[in-house]
Nanobody
Framework: QVQLVESGGGSVQAGGSLRLSCAAS????????MGWFRQASGKEREGVAR??????GYADSVKGRFTVSRDNAKFTAYLQMDSLKPEDTAMYYC???????????????????WGQGTQVTVSS
């Protein structure tokens, strides 16, 4: 049973924008922290942004450029990515943690539900 489905990836030039979507099942959406992660070729998966009903959080590398939001009526989380840089190129995943974001370590092992990923490529 697929519970998280990402969409919205693609190719863009540096300075451009993309918006990713993560459609979740109602159960997953309502449980805890939803996070966005990315994994560049040859690198470890890293947390980018996270959100729950209490607020949001961002990695330093994307602060001021990326915005995470959610639509409770659609059980969907979004990642608006502006001022994209070539180093943002990666496979992007959404994931769900059973913990609230305030208590989340924002590390890969904690998130027990993952989407299939969507590729983002930024050219210079």
């Amino acid at each position: 049973q697929v519970q998280l489905v990402e969409s919205g990836g693609g190719s863009v030039q540096a300075g451009g924008s993309l918006r990713l979507s993560c459609a979740a099942s109602r159960y997953i959406y309502s449980r805890g922290c939803m996070g966005w992660f990315r994994q560049a070729s040859g690198k470890e998966r890293e947390g980018v942004a996270r959100i729950d009903s209490a607020g949001t959080g961002y990695a330093d590398s994307v602060k001021g450029r990326f915005t995470v939001s959610r639509d409770n009526a659609k059980f969907t989380a979004y990642l608006q990515m502006d001022s994209l840089k070539p180093e943002d190129t990666a496979m992007y995943y959404c994931a769900a943690s059973p913990f609230d974001c305030a208590y989340s370590t924002f590390t890969v092992p904690e998130y027990n539900n993952w989407g299939q990923g969507t590729q983002v490529t930024v050219s210079s």
